[in-house]
């Protein structure tokens, strides 16, 4: 697929990790993606260049089916920004409402809602304790598994590298999905996630089986109110575990946020059911942005 000539740009290093850290922490993103680990982490997936353009710095990328796109721009003159990637035949990936309504103007561009991108967000105080009858079904899960398991349930730290690591190739190789690229990139960034954890500022829980790692989750701040978690593997023939990793997640870290970001189901039909039924507040929309006329095409401020 034809890609627009790139404007001068970089690949992202982790040089970047303390101006993206704080460009984000200005944005207070809503949408996973946009965190210096989330980025760092499928810099390869999606050949991840910076660029910067009317004091922004801007994200270049590709998708999983080769088309380029930019992401939101941090900082600077955002509209005028937008303004000049539309201008060189640019599409816009991963805008949400709030940037809709900030800066384009809907006469002039198309949004294309993405589903199958939409993260979902959750009461993390809910996924902490499954409240109620709406989460009969994991507490019998979860209680499936610890009556009949001796485990042990800890932070993440160097310690569990290792077994993490084993864990994670034992997931991709019980998959029956090796084909596909995209999975073996994320097990590849979730590789990467788990030997440079402290680097890149993120915290996880894991849970030992037998002495053994049988599942571990890994995620990091989002914004003031939410949580993101970018990683959960557990071992996939233990009925209740992943639900058990999932509540300890929400019980051990990111206390002081009120939402977990449990990311996008990437049009995975047996994902989308088991996040549904964590019963969501919001799926938080994402947006592919074309503006056909672009160099006619300004942002608005």
């Known amino acids: 697929m034809e890609i627009p000539p790139y404007p001068a740009s970089r690949p992202l290093t982790m040089a970047d990790k303390p101006l993206l850290d704080h460009l984000c922490a200005d944005l207070q993103p809503r949408i996973s993606e946009l965190t210096f680990a989330g980025l760092y982490l499928f810099r390869n997936a999606h050949n991840y260049q910076v660029s910067q353009i009317a004091d922004s710095v801007v994200i270049l990328g590709k998708g999983y089916d080769g088309a380029g796109y930019f992401l939101p721009p941090l900082?600077?003159?955002?509209?005028?920004?937008?303004?000049?990637?539309?201008?060189?035949?640019?599409?816009?990936?991963?805008?949400?409402?709030?940037?809709?309504?900030t800066y384009l103007n809907s006469a002039d561009v198309q949004l294309t809602e993405l589903r199958d991108s939409s993260d979902y967000l959750y009461l993390r105080e809910e996924l902490a304790t499954l409240p109620g009858s709406r989460f009969h079904k994991k507490k019998n899960r979860i209680n499936y598994f610890t009556s009949r398991h001796?485990?042990?349930?800890?932070?993440?730290?160097?310690?569990?590298?290792?077994?993490?690591?084993?864990?994670?190739?034992?997931?991709?190789?019980?998959?029956?999905?090796?084909?596909?690229?995209s999975v073996r990139l994320e097990v590849d960034a979730a590789s990467e996630a788990l030997r440079s954890a402290e680097a890149l500022g993120l915290e996880g829980v894991v849970i030992v089986v037998e002495n053994r790692v049988a599942a571990f989750a890994l995620g990091e701040h989002l914004n003031r109110d939410t949580a993101v978690c970018h990683f959960e593997k557990a071992d996939p023939f233990a009925e209740g575990l992943y639900q058990l990793i999932n509540r300890e997640l929400a019980q051990l870290l990111f206390q002081e946020c009120r939402y977990l970001n449990r990311e996008q189901d990437l049009g995975n039909m047996g994902l989308r059911s088991a996040k549904l039924s964590y019963h969501p507040v919001e799926l938080v929309k994402k947006y592919l942005v074309t503006c056909p006329d672009g160099k006619d095409f300004v942002a608005l401020c």
């Open 75 to 101: 900082g600077g003159d955002v509209a005028k920004a937008v303004t000049v990637m539309f201008a060189a035949g640019w599409s816009l990936y991963g805008a949400d409402d709030q940037f809709a309504d």
């Open 150 to 181: 001796a485990y042990t349930v800890d932070l993440y730290s160097g310690e569990y590298l290792v077994g993490c690591l084993a864990l994670l190739e034992r997931w991709f190789e019980s998959s029956h999905i090796e084909a596909d690229r």
